[in-house]
């Protein structure tokens, strides 16, 4: 399983930027695809996640400006971030769980500052 990762940049604060991830390979009808953000000297955090039925969860700091979504005929998976901040500064990973394994994208950075 391959997931190639698009869409980060640098954005000033109260802008949005839209991600996206297209996994290939053997991807399987009953996993969840999901972004991660590993910011500096800080552990990676799970930002949301949504299964193969749309359930979606996201973490509570991004929630009511994040909206996360799939296309399941194309093995792809979006972030819509919006009212972007400071904080929200992180490199960027696309995430697919399946068969009890993880799969990762390269990461893409994104960059909130003036």
């Known amino acids: 399983v391959q997931l190639q990762a698009s869409g980060g940049g640098l954005v000033q604060p109260g802008g949005s930027l839209r991600l996206s991830c297209t996994a290939s390979?053997?991807?399987?009808?009953?996993?969840?695809m999901g972004w991660y953000r590993q910011a500096p000297g800080k552990e990676r955090e799970l930002v949301a996640r949504?299964?193969?039925?749309?359930?979606?969860n996201y973490v509570d700091s991004v929630k009511g400006r994040f909206t996360i979504s799939r296309d399941n005929a194309k093995n792809t998976v979006y972030l819509q971030m919006n009212s972007l901040k400071p904080e929200d500064t992180a490199v960027y990973y696309c995430?697919?769980?399946?068969?009890?394994?993880?799969?990762w994208g390269q990461g893409t950075l994104v960059t909130v500052s003036s």
């Open positions: 995430n697919l769980f399946q068969l009890s394994s993880h799969y």
């Open positions: 390979g053997r991807i399987f009808n009953f996993n969840s």
């Open positions: 949504v299964s193969i039925s749309g359930g979606t």
